[in-house]
Antibody
Framework: EVQLVQSGAEVMKPGESLKISCKGSGYSFINFWIGWVRQMPGKGLEWMGVIYPDDSYTRYSPSFQGQVTISVDKSINTAYLQWRSLRASDTAVYYC??????????WGQGTLVTVSS | EIVLTQSPATLSLSPGERATLSCRASQSVTSYLAWYQQKPGQAPRLLIYDASIRATDIPARFSGSGSGTDLTLTISSLEPEDFAVYYCQLEETFGQGTKLEIK
């Protein structure tokens, strides 16, 4: 069974750094793109970027270039989304999803990140 | 960068009725457009890919059609569990969503 399991909810302060994770199982992790999607409270879905685990090739959406870092550790089938300095506007649910030519067919359960002083 | 515009923003219908959701692209798209359903507190679920192919375990009442710049998701006869938000997606762009609510 294909699964993407994300790390738990985080409550952070502005200016802090954070790295959240997404662990894949039940399929060949290195052969499918993993994407990260932001959903701000009450709002729609936004692609942040994608990474190809086999070679770590990464592509960011323009709005998120330079704001976050996407990485992967293929030895443990895990992708990451990282911030160096959080802002209140980063408060959102973040999803990882497996991307294929057939769309984003499997999704993690989401990680709620709350940034508040 | 391609822009996807969904309409209407909100659609109010009753169970048993037919729902037609639109996704208009700013430029002609290939067949890689997908549709997702999202219920409150849940991750999105893939419904349709390549514009018209139902994903695994998606009921036959869901269908996708269209080409060029105009794509459509149709739900032939609404079930109570279909009331949710629907998004179209192409590459790394989502539409803004259509909320399907009970009338």
């Amino acid at each position: 069974e294909v699964q993407l399991v994300q790390s738990g909810a985080e409550v952070m302060k502005p200016g802090e750094s954070l790295k959240i994770s997404c662990k894949g199982s039940g399929y060949s992790f290195i052969n499918f793109w993993i994407g990260w999607v932001r959903q701000m409270p009450g709002k729609g879905l936004e692609w942040m970027g994608v990474i190809y685990p086999d070679d770590s090739y990464t592509r960011y959406s323009p709005s998120f270039q330079g704001q976050v870092t996407i990485s992967v550790d293929k030895s443990i089938n895990t992708a990451y989304l990282q911030w160096r300095s959080l802002r209140a506007s980063d408060t959102a649910v973040y999803y990882c999803a497996r991307r294929s030519t057939s769309g984003a067919d499997y999704w993690g359960q989401g990680t709620l990140v709350t940034v508040s002083s | 960068e391609i822009v996807l515009t969904q309409s209407p923003a909100t659609l109010s219908l009753s169970p048993g009725e037919r729902a037609t959701l639109s996704c208009r692209a700013s430029q002609s798209v290939t067949s890689y457009l997908a549709w997702y359903q999202q219920k409150p507190g849940q991750a999105p679920r893939l419904l349709i890919y390549d514009a018209s192919i139902r994903a695994t375990d998606i009921p036959a009442r869901f269908s996708g059609s269209g080409s060029g710049t105009d794509l459509t998701l149709t739900i032939s006869s609404l079930e109570p569990e279909d009331f949710a938000v629907y998004y179209c997606q192409l590459e790394e762009t989502f539409g803004q969503g259509t909320k399907l609510e009970i009338k």
